[in-house]
């Protein structure tokens, strides 16, 4: 009664089993950052976006200063490598004060 069941895991259509992961080239990722820093440069030389136009002259102000702010942010973050961030981290966690430890608890005291 049991003879045509399949003993073996299903396939889906055209699949070979097989996952390929795409390489990345050191090529790329330059030309990647290139064009990236082209079109911060880019933005940042357009004073007044068409994406603005339907805006009162405040909140078009307000929202470009928004947008330089957050590319400062960007690229001060892009600037710094891992290594710098954490050893800026330990210097501010060496800065604070003891008070927000864990004291230690005994009971056999």
């Known amino acids: 009664?049991?003879?045509s069941i399949q003993k073996k895991p299903l396939k889906f259509k055209g699949d070979s089993g097989k996952v390929k992961k795409k390489k990345k080239h050191k090529k790329d990722k330059k030309k990647f950052d290139q064009i990236r820093l082209e079109s911060v440069e880019d933005e940042t030389q357009a004073s007044a976006?068409?994406?603005y136009d339907?805006?009162?002259p405040a909140e078009r102000k307000f929202k470009e200063n928004q947008?330089?702010?957050q590319m400062d942010r960007i690229l001060k973050r892009a600037s710094t490598t891992h290594r710098?961030?954490?050893e800026e981290?330990?210097?501010n966690l060496d800065s604070l004060s003891e008070h927000y430890d864990i004291p230690k608890v005994s009971w056999t005291k």
């Open 1 to 3: 009664d049991f003879e």
């Open 54 to 56: 339907n805006l009162t």
């Open 84 to 86: 710098d961030r954490v």
């Open 89 to 91: 981290f330990n210097r």
């Open 49 to 51: 976006s068409p994406k």
């Open 67 to 69: 947008d330089k702010r």
